[in-house]
């Protein structure tokens, strides 16, 4: 059992928490130490059974741990790679978790940091990048890239060679036309239908999907380079997946 800690106890720390014990129900692999949360009024508590054990900067403390950083939401996505340069830990540091019920195929690779949750679908050469978040029943069809730190919300249909920019925003049930491209920290709205590119650091949204307001993407991040480390085949990912 490695032991693991869960970076933010939101909505989607607790999803993780719990795709973390469906992992162990089939193959016992993690063990769950708690969640860091910078947040007061959860210190010493516990979240869904699960304690908080100490803040981000805490993560020192657990030197032999793996981590997943599990924030983000479509009011501020900016913070899972904020948190990520804060942690400052290699990429070998990093659990990759995959749903055991996730259907991905063999030739679809993951970067580390990345969770995939419940009945996602990857049907051939798909990329995901490091610290992806896929929320459930996202479908991803052949030759999909993704980038480092995107989020795709649930239900969200990626048709066949649609290219993910770092950082960006799929809303939940959002559909995505075949070789479309979403740029750099741009937020696509949920339900929307996407038929053309949506340029980097864009709000679109829509049926069809048009353009909404610019992103104001903070400047620490728009002037960084990718963190992109190397991509691991699903099967490498120390996940039961």
């Known amino acids: 059992m490695k032991p693991l800690l869960i970076v933010?106890?939101?909505?989607?720390g607790r999803e993780i928490a719990?795709?973390?014990?469906?992992?162990?129900?089939?193959?016992?692999?993690?063990?769950?130490?708690?969640?860091?949360d910078d947040s007061p009024h959860l210190a010493g508590r516990e979240v869904d059974g699960v304690?908080?054990?100490?803040?981000?900067?805490?993560?020192?403390?657990?030197?032999?741990a793996s981590f997943v950083v599990s924030v983000g939401s479509?009011?501020?996505?900016?913070?899972?790679?904020?948190?990520?340069?804060?942690?400052?830990?290699?990429?070998?540091?990093?659990a990759t978790l995959i749903h055991p019920t996730a259907s991905l195929?063999?030739?679809t690779t993951i970067g580390p940091?990345?969770?995939?949750?419940?009945?996602?679908?990857?049907?051939?050469?798909?990329?995901?990048?490091?610290?992806?978040?896929?929320?459930?029943?996202?479908?991803?069809?052949?030759?999909?890239?993704v980038g480092d730190f995107a989020t795709l919300g649930a239900g969200a249909r990626l048709a066949g060679g649609?290219?993910?920019?770092?950082?960006?925003?799929?809303?939940?049930?959002?559909?995505?036309?075949?070789?479309?491209g979403i740029g750099d920290w741009a937020l696509v709205g949920m339900g929307s239908v996407v038929t053309r590119d949506v340029p980097r650091a864009q709000v679109w949204a829509g049926v069809p999907s048009r353009f909404v307001r610019i992103v104001d993407v903070p400047a620490d991040l728009s002037l960084r380079p990718s963190l992109r480390p190397?991509?691991?085949?699903?099967?490498?990912s120390g996940s039961a997946g």
């Open 113 to 145: 940091g990345s969770v995939v949750l419940a009945m996602v679908v990857a049907t051939a050469s798909v990329r995901l990048g490091a610290h992806v978040a896929v929320m459930p029943h996202v479908v991803f069809t052949h030759d999909d890239v």
């Open 8 to 12: 933010g106890a939101g909505g989607f």
């Open 162 to 180: 649609v290219t993910v920019g770092e950082g960006a925003y799929i809303g939940s049930g959002a559909l995505v036309r075949e070789n479309v």
């Open 74 to 94: 479509p009011s501020n996505y900016f913070n899972r790679r904020r948190i990520a340069a804060i942690l400052g830990l290699g990429p070998d540091r990093y």
């Open 51 to 64: 304690p908080v054990v100490g803040t981000v900067q805490s993560a020192r403390r657990f030197p032999s």
């Open 230 to 236: 190397p991509l691991r085949r699903q099967h490498d």
């Open 18 to 36: 719990e795709t973390v014990a469906a992992i162990n129900s089939v193959l016992p692999t993690w063990e769950l130490l708690g969640f860091l």
């Open 105 to 107: 195929a063999r030739s």
